[in-house]
């Protein structure tokens, strides 16, 4: 079982930085892949960036060279790094957990545990 709680969220200004953090508690297998998703009024929830469990790094070209996905082991504590913020990256963002299958880290149907998210508005 995991559970992920996300924190950090607030409101910039275009051209700020947020960086928001996700808190996770194992209590099971540790080969997991953790992933920031986001989810915009009135739109579907979409893959902002994602860290498996090999240490590999992947983001979605929208935030691309603006985002950046770190992992204190320690803390058992994932960030996102959020510089250069637009408007178009307000949105609910969430945390998961899950274990995709071939390399499908994208796909939130892959993603078995959720957070609560966290409002982050950029005007």
């Known amino acids: 079982h995991v559970q992920l709680v996300e924190s950090g969220g607030g409101s910039v200004q275009a051209g700020g930085s947020l960086r928001l953090s996700c808190a996770v508690s194992?209590?099971?297998?540790?080969?997991?892949?953790l992933g920031w998703f986001r989810q915009a009024s009135g739109k579907e929830r979409e893959w902002v960036g994602s860290l498996d469990s090999d240490g590999r790094i992947n983001y979605a070209d929208s935030v691309k060279g603006r985002f950046t996905i770190s992992k204190a082991n320690a803390e058992n504590t994932l960030y996102l790094q959020m510089n250069s913020l637009k408007p178009e990256d307000t949105a609910m963002y969430y945390c998961?957990?899950?274990?995709?299958?071939?390399?499908?880290?994208?796909?939130?149907?892959?993603?078995?545990?959720w957070g609560q998210g966290t409002q982050v508005t950029v005007s």
């Open positions: 194992v209590s099971s297998a540790n080969d997991y892949c």
């Open positions: 998961a957990a899950g274990w995709p299958a071939g390399g499908m880290w994208d796909r939130t149907s892959e993603y078995k545990y």
